[in-house]
Structure formats: structure tokens, C-alpha cells
């Protein structure tokens, strides 16, 4: 029997470990230190690798990806059409929020799937009364 995922990854969580100089590093570091099972989307992993691109360089994104390909314990969803339009539901429902498309399929995938806890800093993660690691 498949292990059941236990969390839902963001963006946030990801840079927050990779990145010394975040705030939340030290948590996320005991958290990816022994991981359980866990959930994220292509869409975050773009985003993630992105992000250390334009902050830093191409030898940093590539650490990320690096990164995401040893990390055993993390599946990747990836996005479709029926993810898409799932999301564009969510945009929806919380149009007057700022929400990227990476957060709505995140916040999709979470109700989807009944994930329970989500490892990110971004309270719009939070939007559908998943409780943030950070609040923990």
C-alpha cells in the first residue's frame, strides 16, 4: 500500500531551505531533514528554479533542480488541462486575492486530495483552512 501524502510543498518552503538568508531556514531544514511523504506541482518547481535564477544564477537554479531530484520523498504533480481549469476555479472563487496559478493548483490539489498541512510561508496557501507549517 502507498504511503498517504502527508503535505503539500510551495515555493516558499523550498527557497526557505535552500536559501540561508531566509527567515524561515531553520525550520525547513529540520523539516526536508527526514521528510515524509510529500506533494508539489511542476508549476512550483518552476517557479523555484526561476526564482534562484533571477536572484542568483544559473549554477543556483541548477542546485535547485538537483535538489528536487533527490528529494525520494516528493511527488511531483504534473499540470493538465483539468489541473488548469480546476485552478481557474479557484482564481475564481478568490479573485480578490493576489493568487498566482501555482498557488490556485496548490490550493486544488490540496481539497483534491484532502492534504491536511502545507509546508509554505505564503498565508494564501492557507486560503482553504489548510493549516501553514508556520503556524504550527
Known amino acids: 500500500m502507498a504511503k ?38 511542476s508549476l512550483v518547481i518552476a517557479e523555484g528554479h526561476g526564482w534562484f535564477l533571477k536572484r542568483y544564477d544559473a549554477f543556483r537554479a541548477l542546485q535547485f533542480m538537483a535538489f528536487i531530484e533527490e528529494l525520494r520523498s516528493l511527488e511531483i504533480v504534473e499540470i493538465g488541462q483539468k489541473q488548469l481549469a480546476d485552478a481557474t476555479k479557484v482564481l475564481r472563487r478568490f479573485s480578490d486575492q493576489d493568487l498566482t496559478l501555482a498557488d490556485a493548483c496548490g490550493l486544488s490539489l490540496m481539497e483534491k486530495r484532502k492534504i491536511r498541512r502545507c509546508w509554505s510561508t505564503d498565508f494564501h ?8 507549517i508556520i503556524h504550527a
Not at 8 to 32: E, K, N, P, Q, W
Not at 125 to 132: A, D, E, K
Open 4 to 41: 498517504k501524502t502527508e503535505a503539500y510543498v510551495d515555493t516558499s518552503a523550498l527557497i526557505a531551505f535552500l536559501d540561508r538568508s531566509d527567515s524561515y531556514h531553520s525550520l525547513f531544514v529540520g523539516l526536508f531533514s527526514d521528510p515524509p511523504c510529500i506533494l508539489t506541482t
Open 125 to 132: 496557501l492557507g486560503l482553504t483552512g489548510v493549516p501553514l
